[in-house]
């Protein structure tokens, strides 16, 4: 869920901007030129499959795959996301400027997450483990995400409470299609290329 | 697919220097966001109506983009009303309550949102997206993140293509989404193959590129100059929105 404009206090956005940065200004100390092409080429993949829309229930979500963003490109989610939110921003009016700091860092950051605890777990030899590693990923860091811009939500505005709840719970069910959809995808890929999940990004 | 619905078109706006844009847009939003009271945040909702009709945009095309935020927006019409428990109650009853700060704090976010989004569209929405990124670095944004910012635009109508490719073959087999683990297996594989795809096309990229000469950024051929124009824009745009939000 990307956050609008002219709703979280001027606190919470700057805060959101702070931590973005830190986290693009890691991404590209590590970024080497040989990586370049490679981060940014999956970031248009993941902005194109941010487009396809679910089935959940009687309605539906586009993808968001923060899990999955964070296992292939680890501190680079910040890159890929913070891009994707921007275009996102500036041709659909999705989220905005202001909230492209807060936006990224809720989901950039679960998704680093992921890529610490759960990528360790994700080898050709085990499918099942290597699924539920990307179930997990998938389900915490959509969670995650919802749990971030829920706190961001209450940090502006103690009375949000009620609406914060909503979104948590609200969360919950894109987040176990999201997990799904994330193990789903590292099965495929672990069938057909292990080796994006070998390289240290 | 086409994503710079407005960067074409013959107004003020679309010929001004886009770093102009940017610091005015900059300084807009900052001061939209921290307006106090009902009269600027109001008065900055006009100002992004003024931008958009300065740039001569298809009204219809401009309101179709407000509409998702709108959207959002409308829990905080939803809930605010009843989550503040204050008087004055516009409407009140022992069972409903309508507090007139919830629907009062409802109208200011909506009002600055929507400043904001036509400031967007009237002003960096009229510039095209290597013209904006090209600004950037005039603002010392970090020439790899431009860089990967270049080749990640000029890729999605690529792998957009791929994808729709990917899509009309699992379609052509049948595929009806739905509510089950199938469903979701296909969705998870077809993302799967368009990371398989885009894998691949990056080393493509990463050879043509070093086949080029890359050194770890791109040499921009079109540079900007100030015109006595786009001074003069951005100084009357920058006080007009210092002096709202200072009376």
């Not at chain 2, 109506?49 to 927006?73: C, D, I, M, Q, S």
């Not at chain 2, 000029?154 to 739905?178: C, D, M, N, Q, S």
């Amino acid at each position: 869920m990307h956050i609008s404009e002219g709703v979280l206090s001027p606190p919470v956005l700057i805060t959101g901007w702070g931590l973005t940065l830190i986290g693009l200004t890691i991404a590209l100390k590590k970024l080497s030129h040989r990586k370049i092409s490679e981060v940014a080429v999956l970031s248009s993949a993941f902005f194109i499959a941010s487009l396809i829309h679910v089935p959940i229930g009687p309605s539906a979500a586009h993808l968001v795959l923060n899990g999955m963003v964070g296992i292939l490109l680890g501190w680079n989610s910040f890159v890929a996301i913070f891009l994707g939110l921007l275009l996102q921003a500036l041709f659909f009016q999705f989220g905005g400027f202001t909230t492209l700091g807060i936006n990224t860092f809720n989901m950039a950051f679960p998704g680093v997450i992921s890529y610490y605890l759960l990528k360790r777990f994700i080898r050709g030899e085990n499918q099942k483990l290597s699924f539920i590693s990307g179930f997990l990923a998938g389900f915490l860091s959509m969670l995650g995400a919802g749990f971030f811009t829920a706190l961001s939500l209450y940090l502006t505005e103690k009375k949000f409470l009620i609406l914060c709840e909503t979104l948590i719970i609200a969360h919950i069910p894109i987040a176990v299609v999201e997990g799904l959809v994330t193990g789903f995808i590292v099965v495929y890929l672990l069938k057909i290329k292990p080796e994006v999940f070998k390289d240290e990004v | 697919m086409h994503l710079e619905v407005f960067a074409e078109g013959r107004s003020l706006l679309h010929i001004l220097d886009p770093r102009v844009k940017i610091v005015s847009f900059t300084v807009f939003v900052i001061f939209c966001v921290g307006a106090k009271g009902f009269l600027p945040p109001f008065v900055y909702f006009l100002i992004g109506f003024g931008l958009v009709f300065l740039a001569k945009l298809e009204f219809k095309k401009v309101l179709a983009r407000l509409l998702p935020a709108n959207v959002f927006l409308v829990f905080f019409w939803v809930l605010l009303p009843f989550m503040y428990k204050s008087n004055p109650y516009l409407i009140e009853t022992p069972y409903l309550k309508i507090s007139a700060e919830g629907v009062y704090q409802a109208l200011l976010i909506t009002l600055k949102c929507n400043a904001i989004l036509m400031a967007t569209i009237a002003l960096l929405g009229t510039s095209n997206v290597f013209m904006l990124a090209h600004a950037m670095l005039h603002f010392k944004v970090p020439a790899k993140l431009v860089t990967v910012f270049f080749v990640f635009y000029r890729y999605i109508t690529v792998l957009h293509e791929e994808y729709l490719k990917i899509k009309r073959a699992a379609l052509a087999r049948g595929f009806v989404p739905k509510n089950s683990l199938q469903t979701y297996k296909t969705y998870g594989y077809l993302v799967a193959f368009l990371l398989i795809k885009s894998f691949e096309r990056s080393e493509e990229v990463y050879r043509a590129m070093l086949a080029r000469g890359f050194k770890g950024f791109f040499p921009v051929l079109n540079h900007f100059y100030l015109k006595p124009l786009d001074l003069f824009f951005g100084f009357f745009f920058l006080t007009v929105i210092f002096l709202i939000f200072f009376f």
